[in-house]
């Protein structure tokens, strides 16, 4: 969100090239131990290593002298370390995931019996996850899998939530107009999931992890057979009539497969997107009441930014679950 009569913390030009986005941080380390949520810590690194195309969002993003409002589609460039460019995007997500990171340890550094305060809050945010999760997918496949489920989740819902802190999209880099009013350029902070870099590197990671958990509950067979595979029972022409309409929609299928990451990373960033609109467009629609009017939506966002946490976590395991899962007659395959 941008706000005119935002203070301006910095006046330089600096160029936008070409950058890459590395973005969701190093948070199932600490998530909680006796969970073993250790291993998002890789996972995490080589998502934030992605980088996706900051080449196409954040190039030649040239400032000239504009008297328009509106949130901008890429990520402002803040600098440059070498070849690699430092969103303000990225930045938040820095700023969060070290936030998660130093209150979990915090949390879980001398855990007691009987938990109280942090531990106390840590363990039922950790446990409920883990049980409302078992419900859905089940003991088994939970026990594999909430590793992931539980960081993206916990991860989403705080990066959405610290781009409402006030001064997020508000505080930067620009220039005064002919009025004497300040105009935002390059706000130094953005929020993380308003960038599409950042929520498609999450789903590209999911589907990496989606194909590797399929792979190892069904094999490369099962798989194929699951996707291509008659289902109910049949037998003589209509059998034969069957693979045939089920090679089709496995094919279908497969299209839908590979559209997965793609839906899943611009609902969430779409749905953050849109929020920063609203809270823009609200805060300069009456200059005067600029500091009143946006508050009910504001209430609104909170809330929005739980509930894309829960669809982006719920949508992954709903997926999984259905190529996890072994189907009546196709044991024998497995």
């Known amino acids: 969100?941008?706000?005119?009569?935002?203070?301006?913390?910095?006046?330089?030009?600096?160029?936008?090239?070409?950058?890459?986005?590395?973005?969701?941080?190093?948070?199932?380390?600490?998530?909680?131990?006796?969970?073993?949520?250790?291993?998002?810590?890789?996972?995490?690194?080589?998502?934030?290593?992605?980088?996706?195309?900051?080449?196409?969002?954040?190039?030649?993003?040239?400032?000239?002298?504009?008297?328009?409002?509106?949130?901008?589609?890429?990520?402002?460039?803040?600098f440059e370390v070498g070849q690699f460019a430092i969103t303000n995007s990225m930045l938040v997500t820095w700023i969060v995931a070290i936030a998660i990171i130093v209150f979990a340890q915090a949390a879980t550094r001398n855990l007691k019996p009987v938990p109280t305060g942090k531990q106390n809050f840590w363990e039922w945010l950790v446990e409920s996850l883990y049980n409302f999760l078992e419900s859905i997918i089940g003991a088994d496949?939970?026990?594999?899998?909430?590793?992931?489920?539980?960081?993206?989740?916990?991860?989403?819902?705080?990066?959405?939530?610290f781009g409402l802190v006030p001064g997020v999209g508000t505080i930067g880099w620009g220039h005064h107009l002919a009025d004497g009013s300040f105009q935002l350029d390059r706000p130094l902070l953005r929020g993380g999931n308003a960038d599409l870099n950042m929520t498609s590197a999450m789903a590209i990671i999911f589907f990496v992890l989606w194909l590797f958990w399929a792979i190892q509950a069904n094999g490369v067979g099962g798989v194929l057979l699951h996707i291509f595979g008659p289902k109910g029972e049949s037998k003589g022409i209509m059998k034969v009539a069957m693979v045939g309409i089920f090679f089709v929609v496995g094919l279908l299928e497969i299209v839908s497969i590979l559209f997965r990451p793609i839906s899943l990373s611009f609902r969430l960033y779409g749905n953050v997107y849109a929020g920063e609109t609203i809270l823009e467009s609200m805060s300069t629609m009456v200059p005067s009441l600029s500091w009143l009017i946006p508050i009910p939506f504001y209430f609104m966002e909170l809330l929005v930014g739980l509930v894309q946490a829960m669809v982006f976590m719920l949508l992954t395991a709903v997926f999984t679950l259905l190529i996890a899962q072994h189907e009546p007659g196709h044991e024998a395959h497995h």
């Not at 973005?23 to 600490?30: E, F, K, N, S, T």
């Not at 026990?143 to 993206?152: D, E, G, L, S, V």
């Open 141 to 161: 496949l939970v026990r594999k899998t909430f590793w992931f489920f539980a960081t993206i989740f916990i991860f989403i819902l705080f990066v959405n939530w």
């Open 1 to 78: 969100m941008r706000d005119a009569s935002a203070p301006v913390c910095a006046a330089s030009a600096v160029p936008q090239p070409a950058g890459c986005n590395w973005a969701l941080p190093l948070i199932a380390l600490i998530v909680m131990r006796r969970f073993h949520l250790l291993p998002l810590l890789l996972i995490a690194a080589l998502l934030a290593w992605g980088g996706f195309a900051t080449t196409a969002l954040a190039a030649e993003a040239t400032h000239a002298a504009t008297e328009e409002h509106h949130v901008p589609l890429k990520p402002e460039v803040i």
